[in-house]
């Protein structure tokens, strides 16, 4: 009897406990800060879950969470001044944003959707989209539908964030990369700045003589991973997949791998022993990078470089090719404000106030159609060529997404990494990633 | 109610913060993890059950079969290294010496420190273009290694930094199972002519042996789950070369949203420590003395 009575002590005992660490929890996970102030918008959110006392309901503006990859670290102050002119036009509404790395972005966005904490709005890019929305965590936005269409967004954009006609999240901006020189390293090994007309014979010519000018010099740098492989593959005029098989072992593929890793071979281009932990970016600002193959989302970076600098379009083989990343913003489908939140993204992504912020700090481009805010983005400096922007938009590869994206790319990045160790060749490593990636298309 | 039965109850009440706490942090996440490890699951739609197919792909999943490999390379270079260092540290502290209480602190520092910052802090040093342990080797007129960015090298740097950190703590242990062993021992060895090897051989370390097996219990248990240093320092590379169990659990549960092969992954793991833990037990009875 006694062990008994024991027993139910322990566990009223623990019960008690287990409520009171659950209370505990509780008042720690309903955020209630203002997000007024911009200070301290802008960090994750396990800081920002400050607990004030909370005002009837009705009474006060609906608080919603935004949580964005694009904004930090450059962009911040953009995305606060948006939101300032939101909250102006929408008193009713306060946006509260938290901002994670691209790296972490998604396998937060996960946990969070799974703990049912959620943010009431986020920025979903185009190769995650597919199958966040096949998993019903969007909100379905078919009721917006007019209003969607009457936003003004490039259609291709909008036609990219639905599945099958239904819409789930809206355009929000896009980018591409482009091929970026030091005119000082140019000047110095005399030879001529890159051309729209480049071809990759051009290109590695350049680069080897730059590398030529000293030992922390060298003429190129590329990432040789799965997106730069996919689009150098279609400069090349072969498909990562064509008709839903992978089609990464063909002659052409072969030879635009064989392409990328050249650079590394001959020296043009930095081993990552020699670049022992500094990004690309910074070797670049650093002035030992010729030329650098990377996103506009770098223009802000490099606009205080200690060298003149430009861009053109990337350098094509058989056809042209560059890059085109598109990120849209959803609405969560756990969210109990999906009308404010919707009201938000909609004045995020298409209105002008929002649009002329984003143009004027080069926080990549807007998808809307209104052809003036290109000309005011064209007439910004540096780069001079802003033309080289839109010229490579004239033809785009877009991503190659499957619902099983992460390990589809980490697959292709671990064939490669072999190959540029030298332990396997091009073609083994296309085909060993080729066999990884099959079964992944269940 | 009578007395004795008061005291009874109390201890239910000064045990269950902690029990609480065993039960919400760990005892539940492990029946969580063994369950969902029959899962198909990608935190965002609902579980699939597939049996045994977790435990199917993992009998033939290479990077895992090479994670292991390198956790067990690890093991075998960690722990009679930081073993060695400890039982040296312990003998040299052992003796009464000036600056004693010093040097003791000085070698547990890197123990309290956070592996994070003991990461990025040695990151820096064996950086091979700025670091400072190579600029010193190069000035002795050594050609050192690219350290963490070449293979080879890069798991030897990675069991140094551990050795360095937790040399410290094998260093306490010992210590205090020096310092149990009564004086009376090696006094009566020395009396009896023993030299001082001798004494160390076929006493102290006998003595000491319960010593040598709970530490050595302990670091298997912590090394089969090493994790942070490789997270930090390498992220499993150069070319995968140091990829670890914990960090194939992780990636597949976070990066690519498979938590229930994870949890089939940690299981393994479980296992695996669980077993060699056993194996342990079973054979210190053949060299564990508890009285010479």
């Known amino acids: 009897m006694k062990t008994i009575k024991n027993t139910i002590r322990l566990v009223a005992a623990m019960l008690a406990f287990a409520l009171i660490a659950a209370a505990c929890g509780d008042s720690g996970s309903t955020p209630t800060e203002s997000a007024g102030d911009s200070t301290t918008s802008t960090t994750v959110a396990s800081t920002t879950t400050t607990t004030t006392t909370a005002a009837p309901k009705d009474a006060g503006p609906t608080t919603i969470r935004y949580l964005t990859f694009s904004a930090a670290p450059d962009h911040l102050a953009d995305l606060d001044a948006m939101i300032a002119g939101f909250e102006t036009d929408n008193p009713d509404v306060k946006v509260e944003v938290e901002t994670l790395p691209f790296d972490e972005y998604f396998s937060v966005l996960r946990t969070q959707i799974a703990g049912n904490d959620a943010p009431d709005a986020f920025e979903v890019n185009y190769e995650n989209f597919v199958s966040f929305a096949t998993a019903g965590t969007l909100a379905d936005l078919s009721s917006h539908a007019s209003d969607i269409a009457g936003s003004g967004y490039y259609q291709k954009a909008a036609d990219a964030f639905a599945l099958d006609g239904t819409p789930y999240a809206l355009p929000e901006s896009y980018s591409t990369v482009v091929l970026f020189y030091n005119k000082d390293l140019f000047d110095q090994a005399g030879i001529a700045y890159p051309t729209d007309s480049w071809k990759w014979a051009d290109e590695s010519a350049a680069a080897a003589k730059i590398a030529a000018l000293g030992d922390n010099t060298w003429g190129f740098f590329g990432g040789i991973q799965f997106w730069e492989f996919y689009k150098t593959a279609a400069q090349n005029g072969c498909n990562f997949f064509t008709n839903g098989n992978v089609t990464i072992d063909q002659p052409q593929c072969v030879e635009a791998l064989q392409f990328m890793l050249d650079y590394v071979n001959s020296g043009s281009q930095p081993t990552n022993a020699e670049m022992s932990g500094v990004s690309d970016g910074d070797m670049f600002l650093n002035g030992e990078l010729g030329m650098i193959t990377t996103g506009i989302w770098m223009f802000d970076s490099f606009k205080d470089a200690s060298f003149p600098w430009d861009i053109v379009v990337e350098p094509g083989n058989t056809s042209g090719g560059s890059h085109f990343f598109a990120n849209g913003v959803a609405v969560s489908a756990a969210s109990s404000k999906q009308d404010a939140a919707y009201r938000w993204l909609q004045y995020l992504t298409s209105s002008p106030a929002a649009a002329q912020i984003r143009v004027d700090a080069a926080w990549e481009l807007p998808t809307l159609t209104d052809q003036s805010l290109y000309t005011s983005y064209l007439s910004q400096e540096p780069p001079a060529n802003r033309e080289a922007v839109l010229a490579s938009l004239n033809n785009v590869v877009l991503p190659p997404v499957i619902v099983r994206q992460g390990e589809m790319q980490d697959a292709v990045g671990a064939a490669f990494d072999k190959a540029v160790a030298g332990d396997i060749t091009a073609a083994e490593a296309l085909a060993e990633a080729k066999a990884a990636i099959e079964p992944l298309l269940g | 109610m009578n007395r004795v039965g008061l005291r009874r109850g109390w201890w239910v009440l000064f045990v269950s913060p902690s029990l609480t706490f065993l039960a919400l942090f760990a005892i539940v996440p492990i029946i969580t993890a063994a369950v969902l490890s029959f899962y198909d699951w990608d935190l965002i739609t609902d579980p699939k059950f597939v049996g045994l197919g977790n435990y199917r792909e993992l009998t033939h999943d290479s990077e895992f079969h090479a994670s292991i490999i390198h956790t067990l390379v690890f093991i075998g270079g960690y722990v009679p290294v930081v073993m060695i260092v400890g039982l040296g540290l312990a003998l040299m502290l052992n003796k009464r010496r000036r600056l004693q209480g010093l040097s003791r602190v000085v070698f547990f520092m890197p123990v309290v420190s956070a592996w994070v910052a003991v990461a990025l802090i040695w990151t820096w040093m064996l950086n091979p273009r700025f670091g400072a342990v190579n600029w010193i080797l190069e000035k002795f007129g ?10 080879g090298w890069a798991m030897v740097a990675i069991i140094g930094v551990s050795v360095w950190k937790d040399a410290g703590f094998v260093m306490l242990l010992f210590l205090a199972g020096l310092q149990a062993i009564p004086d009376s021992y090696s006094e009566a060895a020395r009396v009896d002519g023993a030299s001082k090897f001798k004494t160390f051989r076929y ?37 995968g070369s140091t990829t670890v169990i914990v960090q194939q659990i992780v990636r597949n549960a976070f990066t690519f949203g498979r938590l229930g092969y994870a949890a089939a992954l940690s299981w393994v793991l479980f296992l695996m420590i669980f077993a060699v833990t056993l194996l342990q037990t079973r054979l210190q009875r053949r060299w564990v003395h508890y009285e010479l």
């Open chain 2, 142 to 151: 050594f050609d050192p290694p690219a350290w963490l960015f070449e293979r």
């Open chain 2, 203 to 239: 006493v102290t370390l006998p003595l000491l042996s319960p010593t040598v097996f709970l530490v050595s219990v302990l670091l298997l248990i912590n090394s089969f789950q090493v994790f942070e240093q490789v997270w930090i320092m390498t992220q499993g590379g150069p070319v």
